[in-house]
């Protein structure tokens, strides 16, 4: 019965330490995306900076609505990469919380079993 215990824990960790892997890949996945997102942001600030540049001085109406328009847009976008930058490192805080839940199982698990092992391995009467 120990023993079906014992094989039970180690079941139990394997499944724990897959979740971890699996938790580590999406985090990764992740990173890139804060990256590219980060960079996208950029890049949308400065060609905001030069359509500045381009509708200073004297323009026509019509083309100062054009370049209105454009920076409107460019400012939503910016806005939308902004809170999606947030959402994203919100998800990797709750990863790294959530993987340092699953490592103390982890080692509690290991303790468990230890004390298991020991017992099956002297032959110690449960009961």
Do not use: P
Not at 2 to 11: E, F, M, T
Not at 43 to 51: H, N
Not at 110 to 120: A, C, D, N, S
Request: aromatic residues 4%; charged residues 35%; hydrophobic residues 40%.
């Amino acid at each position: 019965m120990l023993n079906q215990l014992l094989a039970i824990k180690k079941r139990r960790e394997g499944r724990l330490r897959q979740q971890i892997a699996v938790g580590n890949q999406r985090y990764e996945h992740l990173q890139h995306s804060l990256v590219s997102l980060d960079e996208e942001r950029k890049t949308l600030q400065q060609a905001w900076l030069l359509l500045v540049q381009e509708g200073k001085g004297k323009l026509a109406r019509d083309k100062l609505h054009v370049i209105q328009r454009e920076l409107e847009a460019r400012f939503q976008r910016d806005k939308a990469l902004e809170e999606e930058i947030a959402n994203v490192k919100a998800e990797c805080e709750a990863w790294l919380v959530e993987k340092e839940k699953l490592q103390q199982r982890i080692q509690q698990s290991r303790i468990v079993q230890e004390k298991l092992t020991f017992i099956i391995d002297e032959g110690i009467d449960a009961h």
